[in-house]
């Protein structure tokens, strides 16, 4: 393929390619995470038979990738600032999504939650429910919530919520270090003894939490790096469905600088 053909097909293909490279990013973190933790159980002289290591690894992708499905099901009680929506907001959602999802060919039900935080964002959550700030209501007109459904949307038809969820869950033990590296720290600034003692305590597991704190660093810069990318993505599934203007129009109206690319992206798009 000449280096023209080859610009104009990753044109074409980025997306997609940043697509896949998020999940597979997501899938080695889990699974190095996990063989990190076997291989140090066997360091220490812990023994497992064959079956238990598989046990365990099976458990732990079952952990990073369902635990989302559980706060999504308990959402308006595990998330402090949510509340499901009353019958009138519920009606008007409910049919600007019916539109939306008329436009994309997608037939996935969806369930809505209203945040009540004022710096709150909208967003989206596992594999079916989009968050809608409260104050985003009565401000926003149908074409720019249409915009945010088919932005949100997209988002859940490519599983990108469900990956940054298994991502979250699965820097546990990163930040089980950083945690213990507060601690030891909060211990020096009270007193200069109880300082050591922390660290005599706690060296050993901070010791064994180490390459897990490492790896989460490594693996955020790149996710960092696709973290636009999938936001870009969103945003021309909307263009193509149609909700693109609203969209635009939306994110114009929150004034927020770290929109500005997004909304070039888009006037390029029209």
């Known amino acids: 393929m000449s280096g023209v053909r080859w610009v104009r097909w990753l044109g074409v293909r980025w997306p997609g390619v940043c697509r896949w490279m998020h999940v ?9 995470t996990i063989m990190i933790v076997i291989v140090l159980l066997m360091v220490f002289g812990v023994r497992m038979a064959g079956w238990v290591r598989w046990v365990m690894m099976v458990g732990w992708f079952v952990i990073c990738f369902g635990g989302v499905w559980v706060v999504e099901v308990l959402g308006s009680v595990l998330l402090p600032d949510c509340r499901r929506p009353i019958l009138a907001e519920e009606e008007k959602l409910v049919s600007l999504m019916s539109e939306v999802r008329g436009r994309a060919d997608l037939h996935r039900q969806i369930r809505f939650l209203i945040r009540g935080g004022a710096k709150a964002c909208n967003g989206s959550l596992g594999y079916g ?4 700030q409260s104050g985003t209501l009565p401000l926003a007109s149908d074409g720019e919530l249409r915009g945010i459904l088919a932005h949100e949307l997209g988002h859940l038809r490519d599983g990108d919520r469900v990956m940054e969820a298994a991502f979250v ?5 990163a930040r089980l270090f950083r945690w213990g590296c507060w601690l030891i720290g909060w211990g020096f600034r009270f007193s200069f003894v ?4 922390l660290m005599a305590v706690l060296f050993l597991l901070l010791i064994g939490l180490l390459p ?3 790896l989460d660093r490594v693996l955020r810069v790149l996710r960092w790096g696709l973290r636009w990318q999938i936001d870009y993505r969103q945003d021309a599934f909307a263009f193509r469905v149609g909700c693109g203007d609203g969209l635009r129009a939306w994110l114009v ?3 927020l600088a770290a929109n500005a690319r997004r909304i070039r992206r888009l006037e390029k798009m029209e």
């Open 24 to 32: 597979l990013l997501v899938f080695g973190y889990v699974f190095l």
């Open 129 to 132: 429910t989009i968050l809608i």
């Open 169 to 173: 869950t699965t820097g546990l033990l």
């Open 194 to 197: 109880v300082g050591l003692f």
């Open 212 to 214: 897990f704190f490492l």
């Open 253 to 255: 109206r929150s004034g």
